[in-house]
């Protein structure tokens, strides 16, 4: 053995030495794993639709080769179109929310605040969110959750919960919103639903409408009352009724509703459908005096069932909130 191999294979022997006393490295977190993977994710996303771009600005260049000066001015939009813009903004904070741009650094998020695309947004235990986004969608998210806007339709859930709202049906044409997740992909038809990662998989619960989930087994679709679960390749169903307690964090991070100038009758199909409830005439008196009582002030910082006591308390109306209803009924001259 010459003197080069002695002093390698010495090195190679002092180094498995070092190796052996320091020992493994430690594992990284669940959270430190779910936060690398949003975040490449996110990437990995941005840069291929800046390459589609691309290539649809130079496709679209060629075309264009004998145009006129402003029309090419017209093709390079596309490429002016992968800056980061304003695609949600926050409608209610509760707690430590915190959002990362980027650069690595995570600030505190504050109500009202703008966010752009590609900015991760994560919840402490003591955290949740709702953000409407630019398309009218409007997200909350859960404690413990860490998710990515990718643009205005589409978002990476990377862990916790996210629930969707796309507004009720026939308020306003459904906007596209697609939830990524590491089990699949979660369109709505038209619905509330959410989606949450559990340490089997996925689950995804639909309150109102339905949602169609594309996975490893196919694309799944769940209605209403409906609660399917997606671990190791399998795919359950069980059944979800709109006002389970599963659904109780929701209300804690509701968005303010406006009341003022609203009746008694918008007010309540805005708190029943919140809750999962029906609202319920006693007679058609109560419904009648719900039509025509217009309210004034505020239910800021309320949930729901709150709001409807505090609002109707006003009113010459009684309220009765039980499981599945909130009953309504004229007082007796």
Same mark, same amino acid.
């Given at each position: 053995?010459?003197?080069?191999?002695?002093?390698? $294979?010495?090195?190679?022997?002092?180094? &498995?030495?070092?190796?052996?006393?320091?020992?493994?490295?430690?594992?990284?977190?669940?959270?430190?794993?779910?936060?690398?993977?949003?975040?490449? @994710?996110?990437?990995?996303?941005? $840069?291929?639709?800046?390459?589609?771009?691309?290539?649809?600005?130079?496709?679209?260049?060629?075309?264009?080769?004998?145009?006129?000066?402003?029309?090419?001015?017209?093709?390079?939009?596309?490429?002016?179109?992968?800056?980061?813009?304003?695609?949600?903004? =926050?409608?209610?904070?509760? /707690?430590?929310?915190?959002?990362? +741009?980027?650069?690595?650094?995570?600030?505190?998020?504050?109500?009202?605040?703008?966010?752009?695309?590609?900015?991760?947004?994560?919840?402490?235990?003591?955290? +949740?969110?709702?953000?409407?986004?630019?398309?009218?969608?409007?997200?909350?998210?859960?404690?413990?959750?860490?998710? &990515?806007?990718? !643009?205005?339709?589409?978002? %990476?859930?990377?862990?916790?919960?996210?629930?969707? !709202?796309?507004?009720?049906?026939?308020?306003?044409?459904?906007?596209?919103?697609?939830?990524? %997740?590491?089990?699949?992909?979660?369109?709505?038809? /038209?619905?509330?639903?959410?989606?949450?990662? %559990? !340490?089997?998989? =996925?689950?995804?619960?639909?309150?109102?409408?339905?949602? @169609?989930?594309?996975?490893?087994?196919?694309?799944?679709?769940?209605?209403?009352?409906?609660?399917?679960?997606?671990?190791?390749?399998?795919?359950?169903?069980?059944?979800?009724?709109?006002?389970?307690?599963?659904?109780?964090?929701? &209300?804690?991070?509701?968005?303010?509703?406006?009341?003022?100038? +609203?009746?008694?009758?918008?007010?309540?199909?805005?708190?029943?459908?919140?809750?999962? +409830?029906?609202?319920?005439?006693?007679?058609?008196?109560?419904?009648?005096?719900?039509?025509?009582?217009?309210?004034? /002030? %505020?239910?800021?910082?309320?949930?729901?069932?709150?709001?409807?006591?505090?609002?109707?308390?006003?009113?010459?109306?009684?309220?009765?909130?039980?499981?599945?209803?909130?009953?309504?009924?004229?007082?007796?001259?």
């Amino acid at each position: 053995m010459n003197e080069r191999s002695r002093l390698d $294979t010495a090195d190679d022997a002092n180094l &498995a030495a070092l190796l052996r006393k320091v020992g493994p490295r430690p594992a990284a977190t669940a959270e430190a794993t779910a936060e690398v993977r949003t975040a490449v @994710e996110a990437e990995w996303r941005t $840069t291929v639709a800046a390459r589609q771009r691309r290539r649809r600005f130079t496709g679209w260049a060629m075309a264009a080769g004998v145009a006129v000066a402003a029309v090419g001015v017209w093709l390079v939009r596309p490429l002016v179109q992968t800056e980061p813009h304003v695609v949600a903004s =926050l409608a209610r904070v509760v /707690g430590n929310v915190e959002q990362n +741009r980027g650069d690595g650094r995570w600030t505190p998020l504050a109500a009202a605040a703008s966010v752009e695309s590609g900015t991760r947004l994560r919840t402490a235990a003591d955290g +949740r969110a709702a953000l409407r986004l630019a398309n009218g969608v409007e997200l909350r998210l859960d404690a413990r959750t860490l998710v &990515a806007l990718d !643009d205005s339709d589409r978002a %990476t859930l990377g862990k916790g919960a996210v629930y969707v !709202d796309s507004g009720a049906p026939g308020s306003a044409p459904d906007a596209d919103f697609v939830l990524e %997740t590491p089990a699949g992909d979660v369109r709505h038809l /038209g619905t509330q639903y959410e989606a949450r990662i %559990t !340490d089997d998989g =996925l689950q995804v619960g639909v309150r109102e409408g339905r949602v @169609e989930v594309s996975s490893a087994s196919g694309n799944i679709v769940a209605d209403a009352g409906e609660r399917v679960s997606f671990a190791g390749g399998q795919v359950a169903r069980a059944t979800l009724a709109p006002t389970d307690a599963d659904w109780n964090w929701v &209300a804690g991070v509701t968005p303010p509703f406006s009341i003022e100038g +609203r009746s008694v009758e918008a007010f309540l199909v805005w708190a029943a459908r919140e809750t999962g +409830r029906t609202v319920v005439y006693t007679s058609g008196e109560a419904a009648q005096q719900s039509r025509s009582v217009t309210l004034r /002030g %505020t239910v800021e910082g309320l949930t729901p069932d709150e709001a409807v006591q505090a609002v109707l308390s006003t009113t010459s109306l009684q309220t009765e909130i039980g499981p599945e209803h909130i009953r309504v009924k004229a007082d007796s001259p």
